[in-house]
């Protein structure tokens, strides 16, 4: 062979052997890379309801679902808050939607619902079987997931008949499917001028981090 050949033969296995070792230690990087990074999975908390989660009349950042978020984060607590809430629903609406919201994975459901019903003047028993089927399709695509009812209450402008049972719904629902109760979401807020808005119905930034401190002491406990 002339040393020409030579040389041009060495220069060729040189520089497969360069690549070849740069493609190693590429691969070897991608796997270092692979073995440091930590995927966090977060739990799903919603928030299925009105007017009230939706937070009208406010920034989304002050509606009670994002105060609860604030307060997940502030624990570390690796949990993520989902706003289901959409303004003027009723439970009819709800039962129809859910099915939607229910395509994500879930590990806490707070159902809202409910008061958009009683100052119409729904018939109870409609406003209570559209609960309870929220709550068979939450149960039967997520068992393991746990359910809170939020009560309502609602003035008697229908009756004290209407406006007793309309609040005894709540409860009944609770005790039959054995979910946490949250009696009256609205407690400490509800009546009080200085914590709702000019239309006397949906609460003000402060209202809601009342709202947001009721639910607490009950989401706290679901928390696992």
């Not at 493609?23 to 908390?45: L, P």
């Not at 309801?49 to 950042?61: C, D, F, M, R, V």
């Not at 502030?74 to 009819?92: C, D, H, I, P, R």
């Not at 009080?192 to 119905?201: C, S």
Request: neutral net charge; aromatic residues 8%.
């Amino acid at each position: 062979m002339k040393p020409k050949y030579y040389l041009c033969l060495f220069f060729l296995i040189t520089i497969i052997s360069c690549n070849a070792d740069e493609s190693t230690s590429m691969k070897a990087g991608d796997n270092t890379k692979k073995d440091t990074v930590k995927v966090t999975k977060f739990k799903t908390i919603i928030f299925f309801g009105n007017s009230l989660t939706a937070g009208y009349g406010l920034e989304p950042s002050e509606a009670f679902p994002a105060l609860i978020q604030n307060k997940l984060d502030s624990l570390k607590l690796n949990y993520k808050v989902v706003n289901a809430g959409v303004s003027g629903e009723t439970t009819s609406g709800g039962n129809s939607r859910v099915d939607w919201i229910l395509r994500q994975p879930i590990d806490v459901f707070v159902l809202e619902l409910g008061a958009n019903d009683g100052l119409r003047g729904i018939p109870l028993k409609e406003t209570k079987n559209n609960l309870q089927s929220m709550i068979n399709k939450v149960t039967i695509a997520y068992p393991n997931a746990k359910i809170i009812l939020a009560g309502m209450q609602i003035p008697p402008n229908m009756g004290m008949q209407y406006t007793t049972e309309f609040r005894n719904i709540y409860p009944e629902l609770a005790k039959k499917n054995n979910i946490t109760l949250i009696p009256f979401i609205l407690e400490g807020v509800g009546g009080e001028a200085k914590l709702n808005q000019e239309d006397g119905i949906h609460p003000t930034a402060e209202g809601h981090r009342v709202i947001a401190e009721n639910l607490w002491k009950e989401i706290q406990g679901q928390l696992h």
